[in-house]
Nanobody, 117 residues
Framework: VQLQASGGGLVQAGGSLRLSCAASGSIFSINAMGWFRQAPGEQRELVAIISRGGSTNYADSVKGRFTISRDNAKSTAYLQMNSLKPEDTAVYYC????????????WGQGTLVTVSS
């Protein structure tokens, strides 16, 4: 599975961005798709995950501001980020979990989101 992330950039606090993650390769093996992020000096943390059936899970810090969705026909996941805060600044990585495994084995290249105050 190959993942191509896009949509990062620079935005002012309170603004919005939409990230996309397009999967290719063995797409029929994909169960969950999602996003992690890593800020400078911090560990990588879960942002949001969506199952193939549409069930979602969010980090508490983004609930009510971020929305994850996916288009299974396009093998693409999206992360709509609203009301962005400076603390959302990080490199965002898309990832997938394949059927039969409970680990995130495939990762995109990362896209930088910078939120200025």
């Amino acid at each position: 599975v190959q993942l191509q992330a896009s949509g990062g950039g620079l935005v002012q606090a309170g603004g919005s961005l939409r990230l996309s993650c397009a999967a290719s390769g063995s797409i029929f093996s994909i169960n969950a798709m999602g996003w992690f992020r890593q800020a400078p000096g911090e560990q990588r943390e879960l942002v949001a995950i969506i199952s193939r059936g549409g069930s979602t899970n969010y980090a508490d810090s983004v609930k009510g501001r971020f929305t994850i969705s996916r288009d299974n026909a396009k093998s693409t996941a999206y992360l709509q980020m609203n009301s962005l805060k400076p603390e959302d600044t990080a490199v965002y990585y898309c990832t997938v979990k394949i059927w039969g495994r409970n680990t995130y084995d495939y990762w995109g290249q990362g896209t930088l989101v910078t939120v200025s105050s």
